[in-house]
């Protein structure tokens, strides 16, 4: 398309049309007032192309220097709000190019040779998410370290775990958030791995079949970073599939999904826990929000939103991968559908990130430097809790099976002795040592050291497992790991 075309858009596309394209099919195919955020990596990726275009020879100096002048206007304009975006000009490409043509004449028409607005494209969204993943990462690891903090403070606190939400066994509560770590710290690695295929060079594969133009494209992937571990360019092999695959996008969405179901399943347990009938926790009440008519309300909006937003990032995911299905190669503009799901799912990630970090860690407080304000743990309920499901009967089925018992008739004989602790709506550490001693004459007075919930805690001491000492030793691990 020439310059002139460029700006006029009310004409047709081009000498081969008899008549311009119809207002609502240009408002119908537009995608500038949602892809001009790919503004920078547009300029970005233009810039690298031209100093490779002088570099071989193709364009001169002079049109370089061009380029680079008429950019760094445009840089300007967009970051003042003064650059006109057009919609005649259909996306971020054109309203780029034909300001630049606008700038500096001639040079600007010679920035596309050897270059498709299709590799374009494909490079412009490779270079955005790359930053966006990063940001991403930077906020997974706050999050873990956040959580490891409110946990190194915990480790001593009981609640009752929970299997089918019935109370099961008795766990720290600092080994119940590490859970949570583990999780963000998945996340984390498959940011990196999704990152590894998003940093990989599609420019010079032009519209589809690559170019007549003696392009070096690892010259320009080692200009944008796009270089693996060893620093060697990472340049995609094949221009077909460079131009046309979204898979990269569909990845990173299905990681999302995957940070966003850990950030739901948390939210869930938040909500249960700070509810009156457990107790457990308070979140600050800038997170909070009251009722219109119940005036005693306090109530859970940031999670039960996060754990909403889950199914929103999801959707994403399924819009990403459904639009993918059916694409002959190479490029079809269906993938310009991919901004939008991709760009949604990128901000609803790092908001709630943000604001799970400080949710549950806290902000610091800029006189003492120390976090404040982040969730309360009250160690009381958990422990009254845990002190009500009879959390502690695995301990003396263990206990007898260590005084010989095979740990089936274990199983049986403490489940009578469940059933008569009910009848006298007690706990089992409760009941006289005589009663204990009818379901077996081999229990002794030790038993109680075994029924008490640290007794509990302190025996289930391997690897991963919830003893103090376990868990002390993960934290140790975590924070090595994250650097704080
Ligand atoms: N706006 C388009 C997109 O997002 C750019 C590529 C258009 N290429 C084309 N041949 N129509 O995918």
Redesign the pocket.
Known sequence: MSSNQLDKKSEAWSALFSEPMSELVQRYTA?VFF?KRLAAADIQGSLAHADMLAAQGIISADDLAAIRRGMATISSEIESGAFEWKLAL??V?LNIEARLTQLVGDAGKRLHTGR???D??ATDIRLWLRGEIDLITGLLRELQSALVEVAEKNVDVILPGFTHLQVAQPVSFAHHLLAYVEMFARDEQRMGDVRRRVNQLPLGSA?LAGTTYPLDRERVARTLGMVNDQGEACVCQNSLDAVSDRDFAIEFAAAASLVMVHISRLSEELILWMSQNFGFIKIADRFTTGSSIMPQKKNPDVPELARGKTGRVVGHLMGLITLMKGQPLA?N?D??ED?EPLFDTVDTLRDTLRIFVEMIGGQPNPATGAKEGGITVNPQPMQAAAQKGYATATDLADYLVKKGLPFRDAHETVAHAVKAAESHACDLSELPLKVLQEFHPAIDKDVYDVLSLRGSLEARNTLGGTAPAQVKAQIARHRARLGN
Do not use: G
């Open positions: 995608s892809d259909e996306d490409h498709s607005r299709n374009q494209v519209a490029y503009k993938n310009q901004k």
